[in-house]
């Protein structure tokens, strides 16, 4: 993985429908060279799939929130084998403290939301939950915006691109 590479992650990551020819043209190569370089972070695993951001408020998923799992012992893969069919659940995280699974979860209503929790209070291995309401997501960056890929295309130009003008991606 070069300079190059971490550009190139970071403008699909901003919009994956560019075109080869319009990367090809800013990073100063040919489109099959771009073409290869993508494909060859697919087969790398730096790409895992090119999707689509849905937006949930349109969906009718008007409420958003965090809940945070403790089990009696059980194994947080066990549980999450009874967690894995219910498709309110956007996210489980297994974490580190007094809870062993965060869960990210999406519904219509407050109404939608307790019957939820009461069916993820069922699984087996769960002794308690403590939910998070989101009133508000004030911060949302996608994966261009992590750290590594954010340092790689934070300068106008970068020597390793031969003088190629790499534009901002904020």
Do not use: W
């Not at 308690?128 to 994966?143: F, G, M, N, W, Y």
């Amino acid at each position: 993985m070069d300079q190059i590479d971490l550009k190139l992650l970071a403008c699909l990551a901003q919009d994956a429908k560019r075109k080869y020819s319009d990367l090809a043209k800013e990073f100063n190569m040919s489109a099959p060279s771009v073409h290869a370089r993508v494909k060859k972070l697919e087969h790398l695993g730096y790409i895992k799939g090119f999707g689509v951001e849905v937006d949930t408020q349109l969906l009718g998923l008007h409420v958003c929130a965090f809940v945070r799992v403790t089990t009696d012992g059980a194994s947080c893969s066990d549980v999450c084998v009874h967690l894995q069919p219910i498709p309110e659940i956007e996210e489980a995280h297994s974490v580190a403290g007094e809870e062993c699974l965060l869960l990210k979860v999406r519904t219509t209503d407050p109404a939608a939301l307790s019957a939820l929790l009461d069916r993820i209070r069922k699984v087996p291995g769960i002794r308690k939950t403590v939910t998070s309401v989101v009133l508000e997501t004030r911060i949302d960056r996608p994966a261009s915006s992590l750290p590594l890929l954010e340092s790689s295309t934070s300068r106008n130009h970068d020597p390793s691109l031969n003088g190629t003008k790499v534009r901002h991606l904020a």
